[in-house]
């Protein structure tokens, strides 16, 4: 019981002197033992430690306060590479992250609709191949996917759009790379991401609404991703907002995912194109090869009114699901991501309109929307930030 005890003090404790270098940068020993009120020879212990691991290293001499010069101490950001996933339902984006979050290699793999064991083999794949393109150490694969996850046992109890159902995805990865491997829902790994590397700026709470083919808003709590009792909060895609009959892919009616999705945006879109031959959005598509997000983008940018107020729509009905999470967890940081985002501050004045509507208006003014400022990355930097939450403790 004694051992285990000073084990866990002496991890407490590496953690906090780790923690304090990356984000102090250069420090000397003595301002880590100020600032952590730690002992110096405990602060020089635990330092020799972090540099024979290669994670911290000397950097130089700080100014003399009178006597001899400190050494400074910064964490080497290129001692060990992140591996970080992102299962989108198209493609796999994949990214080799050095410890400060910046991105090195970048890989991209189309899903062309593989399901089940292919699609499986696809993520060895994608993670065999930026193994093979760096020479550095990895620290652990961070991997983020659409879907109920279990976060603490690493199982994917469903995904529906890759066919997966009860897949340990963790056990079967550490199993192949002896790596740590850690796992989360894509909208809670993009809002810790945000959290970290994003509109964060030190909060420790945040809410961050994906509204891509799917909708859903991961929620992050004192730092951390909270899983709810079930492994799905957040699971806003699937509420029913409509009384009138709209087929869900979930196979019920009037679900939001109806009305605000992409899949959604791209229904209104071709039923414009059908009863207003004339407008800007029929006229680019009559040379496109097919109606895509990107053209509809296009549209919405040179004026097109019926896409604008198809866009208001989605935005008033995003509102209203953005209104009711304000309302229960009083959460000041509200972030929207993913594909239907691209709409930028007219989506967003939608969305800020409905929930001044909907709430108090004490609650209205201290929450604040903002459009997600990692773009399509921030799925992938969540996993980094996770990785480096669970190994080393700096975020
Ligand atoms: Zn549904």
Redesign the pocket.
Known sequence: MKKATRQQTKTHNTRLVLKTIYENGNISRADIARTTRLTRPTVSTIVADLMAEDLVTEVGQGPSAGGKRPTLLAVDHDAYRLLCVDLGAQEFRGALIDLQGEIGQRLYLPTNNQKGETALQLVYQMIDNLMEVTPLPILGIGIGTPGIIDTHEGIIYEAVNLGWRDLPLQTLLQARYDLPVHLANDSQAAALGELVFGHGDKASNMVLVKVGSGISAGIVLHGRIFAGDNFSPGEI??QTVLNGNKP???G?QG?L??VASSRAVLEGAAAIIQSQPDSILAQLATNAPELTLDLVLQAFAAGDTAVQSLIAEVGKYLGTAVANLASILNIQHMIIGGQVARFGEPLLAAIRHEVNQQVLGRIAENTHIELNSLGSDMVIMGAAAMVLSRELGVV
Do not use: A, L, S, Y
């Open positions: 895609g699937h869900c892919t979930c019920r679900c995912e109806t």
